[in-house]
Structures are given as structure tokens and as C-alpha cells.
């Protein structure tokens, strides 16, 4: 359907709208109009990806003198796909109805593992053997005489192009990126520094950023200035310093004049960084962009030999921090305060320990940089450490919580403010959408990324009947409370009544069950104890068992049995983490998921019960509008009889376009009937 939306002509590729995507569209031209940016929470399976690309293609196309290009950031490589295959249904509907002047380039940066199609290097068992295994065949070209014709390209279609052209997926991809209308791709090309300096510093200012699926997004700014020190990054340090000791003295003996020059360009005082050709080979500087010193290298690591000393010493200092026996915690200024007094480095040469080290495997012309991640991560860990005084903290375990016998000491340099890694995003593109199905309390996100959101809305979803039934278990069937609350969650008596709760529940719902539970830990605790009772045996007679791993291709694998076993009618539960890469990136629609069990909800302060109003309002609004009070405080009987007599209600038939007063889907007649007027009521 094609509509009007003020002065924008929306094209729609679908013959019936939401109430919720139209009101979706409005709040989204407010503020493109505004140049602002947004926060908007859509439920679920409303079809937030369609109206996002249809209203800012639209708007684009209805301001030809100035286009806008969209970047649109997801989680996974499965959101990428699918946000391609909407597109391109979009971008055939809008050709149909605009002709050739429609056309646009839309494409997805994936990693190497994902783009790549040459068979021996595919086949290496990781990303970064993968990486390593391109570096060598291929050093970084400008594609120039590489071109797309215009078009939607799925990952696939884009493999396929390659192969058929002789061309490198991988790079023309990275190649296009700057000439694309739409480009869909990972968080981490804008939000990791040390990515979205390579990938990411050609993009215009006049661009819209999306984050779609963003609940998790402080979570991924504040992964991306952390680092993780252990025993194994530290030998592996020392192995790749004897091993650029070795290329020194190489050099020193055959071309000592190429490190000459480097040393001379050091001295010149010139800014490194404008020195430092950016190559694929090497990641951009961990720091943010404006927090990096334009100022001369340190004298005492201008040298190649001199700066490996340096290294050394740092290496030996952490290495001596590792060897503690309790949990230690420092500020980033006392921390570099004990590195100059024990080692002897001040923070400017920590600063330019990353620089340092780019130039000098540059120098020494290294290209397989798969090797060197070891020390580069040293060198990461000491840039920020120098660089941020506040917002940090390390953090230094002697073991890992889960094995407290088996010594694993790790050092963590763990950022705190998660506004850091987001910052220069906000700063320079024009507007960012922050959009997810889960934003609760959304009036903490401007808080948590300090920004000023010029729109900043939660939509509700309207249905034509009540089509999903929460509810808050406190009992068991013998009546004793249940929680995950720290102190309970290990109790017998309550691991045994959420294993009944699953039992009960596997005999009555029909198709595919889904359980979060609220980390790894706890599930493996959780099942192993049901398979020692016996309850996980009793389960299985009625439904089969898939669990999702840390392992990808293990969790892959279940998933696709757990969608067959769903399809031939046996019936399945899949065990999964919440806020883990199950729960985020895959769609449990339809027979797939027809009952959630959620045992515990990860809300970072859970001392109270779920049925308590204060941890109540924080639910989406879309779930708060259909939890009545009677469903509040359940026993696993009272729980059963609910969920049978609701599955009774959801196999009547029922007019999926809603009676005239109870209307969901609007065709276009509709949606002109109702006006601007009313629409405009029904979005403020």
C-alpha cells in the first residue's frame, strides 16, 4: 500500500498496516525532521524492521537533493539476513510503483568467516583461524575496478556474485560500504573503536543509525572498552616479543635502515596516527578518537629494542598481579600508579603502547597479525588503562566462581559507563534510532548512554483477541514458595517444584516449549539435578530435550532438531539462557513457542518478587496489559488449569482482521478513512 505521512509518500510493501506501525512511522519522521535522535519500543512480532525501512527509505526518496543513507546495526548474522530479505521485498515494491529512480544499493558486512568462499580457508575450525588464513592469501586492495550494480544483496547473494566474478565477498563488501544506500551489519563497526575505525570512519554524518534489537546495547558499549588479561595471553606475549626480537635483529642485520626511518619519523614529533596507514591487518586504536593524544611518541619507546623492554616489563608486572589468592579491586589511577612505581612506565608510554606497536609490526612488514593477538591485547589493555582515569575499574580473580578448586586467575579492566563507547555515535551521525520490543523502564536508557532523546515512546499491542496469558508462579503444587533469589535457588525443594512445573506443563501444552534460565551456571546445576531424580526422564517421555550450550555449532544444531521435532508433531522443550544468544537473535513463533517458562528474570537487582509492583512496572507494557491480577500469585495446579483452559480459548476460530470495533489490521480504504486527524489522536 503506498500512503502519506505529512509530506512523505510511504511505500508499504504489504497489502494491510498495524495501528502500532503506523504510529511507529509518525514518531519516526518526528525525529528525522527533528535531526534528533530516538528511543521507540514496538512489541515483538509487530513488524517493527519493515515499518523502520519503509518510513526512512520513503523519507530518503521523498528528499532527493539531499539522500540520507541508513545503517542499520543488528545482533546477529540471522537479524542481518533477515532485515535484507524484508528490504528487498521493500525495494522491489517501491521499483514497481517509482520505476528505475528507486533503485538503491543495500548490502551486509558480515566477518570473513561468514562472507568468505574460499574452500580451504572456510574450512579452518574459528574466526580467527579464518582471518589469519585471508591475511595470507590476500594483503588489503582497494577494490576500485570491483563494482555492485544496484540492488539488495543478502549475504548469500553476495558469496554468490563473488564466486561468479573471481572477487572477494569479504572485500567487496568492505569496499561498497562507503557507496551503499543501506548497509546492515554488527553492532561492534560502530560501537568497538578498534573495528568502527576501519569499517565504519568513511560513513557520512548525514546518515540514520538503527539499533535494532538495542535492550542489550549498554551491555555491548561497555564490553567494547573492556579487557580480559590471563596466564595464557601473558606466555603467549612472551612467545610473539621473542618472535619480533628475532625480525628486529633481521632487519638490524640486513635493512637497518628501514628501522632508521621509523625511528626518525618517531622523533619528528609528528602525530602517529597520521602517520599509520590503516590497513586490514590491524585493528584501529582501542581508545576513542578524541581521546587519543596527537602528540610525539615517548622518547624511551622510540626505539624498536627499547620499546620491546618496555613490554617485557610490563609483561613480567602483570603477570606478578596474577599471582594473588583473593578478589582485588583498583582504579585505573592507582593501577598506573603501582605500573610506573614497580615498573618503571609511566601513563603517556601506556597511552602509546597500542600506536607503538602498529607502527613497529608495520615496520617489520608483518602481515600474519593472527599470531600476534596476544600481545596486541597487552598493548590494548595498557592504552586504556593510561588513557581513562574514571569509568573503569580492574579487577583481579584468582578463579573462576564455577570451579573455585582449579586456579584461573584473569585481570579485568572493566568499563563501567557504557556513554563512552556510544558518545562519538551520537556525536556525529545525524539521527540514532534506539528501538527494541523490550526497552523497559525506557526512561533508563537516556540515563545509562547519557544522550536527550527528541522522541522517546512505548507502544502497546492492540489484538483482536487476547492471544497471550502471562503468568507469576510463587508456589509449588505442596505449596512451598519457589524464587531465584540467591539464597533459594539451590533449595531442593525448589529445584524439584520447577522440575514438576515443567513436567505438568509438557503433559498439557501441545508442540514446542521454550525455558530461559537466568545463566549457564544455573541451568547446568538445574538440569543435573532433574536428570539425578529422575524428573528430566519422566519429561522426555512426553516431549524431547534440546539445550542450548556456550559451543555455536552444538546450539545450532539443537535448534535445528528442536524445529523438526516441533514440525513432525513430537513436541520439544529447548532449555536456553536469557539475554544469551539464543534468546536474542532467534524467533520462537507459531507451534515453536507455545509456552515460555521463564525460571528466574535477569533484572540486575532481584531481591524482590516478581509479583511485587515495584519489579512489576518494569515489564514491557505489552505484557503488563494482559497479566491480570488473579494470575499473579499461582501455584503449579492453579497455573495448569489456566494454561489449559487459555489453550482451549486459542484453538476457537476467530477473524484475524478484527471485528469493525476491535480492527488490528487496516487495509489502505481504512487507514485514508481514518484520517490524519484521528491517527494523529491515536499516536500522542
Not at 544499493?105 to 568468505?116: D, Q
Not at 496469558?469 to 505449596?479: E, I, K
Request: aromatic share 8%.
Amino acid at each position: 500500500m503506498k500512503f502519506q505521512i505529512e509530506d512523505v509518500t510511504v511505500y508499504f510493501p504489504y497489502d494491510h498496516i498495524y495501528q502500532e506501525q503506523y504510529s511507529y512511522m509518525i514518531e519516526l519522521k518526528r525525529t528525522l525532521d527533528a535531526k534528533g535522535h530516538c528511543l521507540l519500543e514496538m512489541p515483538t512480532g509487530t513488524g517493527k524492521t519493515i515499518a523502520l525501512l519503509s518510513l526512512i527509505t520513503s523519507y530518503s526518496l521523498s528528499k532527493p537533493q539531499s539522500p540520507m543513507k541508513l545503517i542499520y546495526c543488528t545482533r546477529t548474522v540471522h537479524e542481518m539476513e533477515k532485515t535484507l530479505a524484508e528490504l528487498k521485498i521493500l525495494h522491489n515494491y517501491q521499483i514497481k510503483h517509482l520505476g528505475p529512480q528507486a533503485r538503491i544499493l543495500a548490502i551486509g558486512l558480515s566477518s570473513r568467516k561468514n562472507l568468505c568462499v574460499n574452500p580451504t580457508v572456510v574450512a579452518a575450525e574459528n574466526r580467527d583461524s579464518v582471518d589469519a588464513g585471508c591475511r595470507k592469501l590476500i594483503a588489503s586492495w582497494a577494490a576500485s575496478a570491483a563494482v555492485l550494480p544496484p540492488g539488495v544483496y543478502t549475504l548469500q547473494e553476495l558469496r554468490a556474485f563473488g564466486k561468479e566474478k573471481g572477487w572477494c565477498p569479504y572485500f567487496l563488501a568492505r569496499h561498497m560500504v562507503q557507496f551503499a544506500n543501506v548497509v546492515v551489519y554488527s553492532y561492534q563497526y560502530l560501537l568497538d573503536p578498534k573495528v568502527a575505525g576501519i569499517i565504519s570512519k568513511e560513513m557520512q554524518n548525514e546518515s540514520v543509525v538503527v539499533f535494532d534489537e538495542a535492550h542489550n546495547i549498554d551491555n555491548v558499549c561497555i564490553e567494547a572498552l573492556s579487557v580480559s588479561v590471563r596466564r595464557q595471553t601473558l606466555e603467549g606475549a612472551t612467545r610473539n616479543l621473542s618472535r619480533i626480537s628475532q625480525e628486529i635483529d633481521r632487519f638490524k642485520a640486513t635493512d637497518a635502515s628501514i628501522l632508521r626511518a621509523e625511528y626518525n619519523r618517531l622523533v619528528e614529533g609528528l602525530a602517529l596516527r597520521g602517520n599509520l596507514p590503516i590497513t586490514d591487518n590491524w585493528l584501529s586504536n582501542p581508545a576513542l578518537p578524541d581521546d587519543i593524544l596527537k602528540e610525539a611518541v615517548p622518547g624511551n619507546i622510540r626505539r624498536a629494542e627499547h620499546f620491546l623492554h618496555v613490554l617485557r616489563r610490563l609483561v613480567q608486572y602483570l603477570s606478578g598481579r596474577l599471582d594473588t589468592e583473593n578478589v582485588e579491586k583498583e582504579s585505573p589511577v592507582g593501577f598506573v600508579a603501582s605500573i610506573s612505581s614497580h615498573a618503571g612506565i609511566d601513563q603517556k608510554t601506556l597511552k602509546f603502547c597500542y600506536d607503538r606497536l602498529h607502527s613497529l609490526m608495520l615496520t617489520l612488514e608483518i602481515t600474519d597479525t593472527g599470531e600476534f593477538l596476544h600481545i596486541q591485547t597487552i598493548c590494548d589493555f595498557a592504552t586504556l588503562v593510561g588513557t581513562y582515569g574514571r569509568g573503569f575499574s580492574i579487577i583481579i580473580e584468582p578463579f573462576d566462581e564455577r570451579m573455585p578448586h582449579i586456579p584461573d586467575p584473569v585481570l579485568q579492566l572493566s568499563c563501567h559507563d557504557a556513554s563512552l563507547a556510544i558518545k562519538p555515535v551520537f556525536d556525529r551521525f545525524q539521527s540514532v534510532v534506539i528501538t527494541s520490543g523490550t526497552l523497559s523502564p525506557i526512561d533508563l536508557y537516556p540515563r545509562l548512554l547519557n544522550f536527550h532523546p527528541v522522541v522517546s515512546r512505548s507502544f502497546t499491542m492492540s489484538l483482536t483477541r487476547d492471544c497471550i496469558c502471562p503468568m507469576v508462579l510463587t508456589r509449588g503444587s505442596d505449596q512451598l514458595p519457589v524464587s531465584t533469589k540467591f539464597d533459594m535457588r539451590s533449595d531442593p525443594g525448589v529445584v524439584r517444584n520447577y522440575g514438576k512445573l515443567l513436567l505438568e506443563m509438557v503433559s498439557a501444552v501441545p508442540d514446542g516449549i521454550v525455558c530461559f534460565f537466568v545463566s549457564y551456571s544455573y541451568m547446568d546445576g538445574i538440569i543435573n539435578t532433574w536428570n539425578d531424580s529422575g524428573i528430566l526422564k519422566e519429561i522426555m517421555q512426553h516431549k524431547l530435550v534440546f539445550i542450548e550450550t556456550q559451543d555455536v555449532v552444538e546450539t545450532t544444531l539443537a535448534l535445528d532438531n528442536y524445529r523438526r521435532a516441533c514440525d513432525c508433531g513430537r513436541g520439544a522443550v529447548f532449555f536456553s539462557v536469557a539475554r544469551g544468544k539464543v534468546a536474542e537473535g532467534i524467533d520462537f513463533d507459531r507451534h515453536y513457542g507455545r509456552l515460555v517458562i521463564m525460571i528466574g528474570v535477569p533484572f540486575q537487582y532481584t531481591l524482590s518478587k516478581h509479583s511485587r509492583h515495584d519489579k512489576r512496572s518494569k515489564l514491557p507494557i505489552w505484557v503488563l496489559s494482559h497479566l491480570q491480577d488473579a494470575n499473579l500469585n499461582l501455584s503449579t495446579d492453579m497455573a495448569l488449569h489456566i494454561a489449559r483452559e487459555f489453550l482451549k480459548k486459542m484453538a476457537q476460530p476467530y477473524d484475524k482482521t478484527g471485528s469493525s470495533d476491535k480492527k488490528t489490521l487496516l487495509s489502505q480504504e481504512e487507514l485514508e478513512k481514518l484520517g490524519d486527524g484521528s491517527m494523529h489522536e491515536m499516536s500522542y
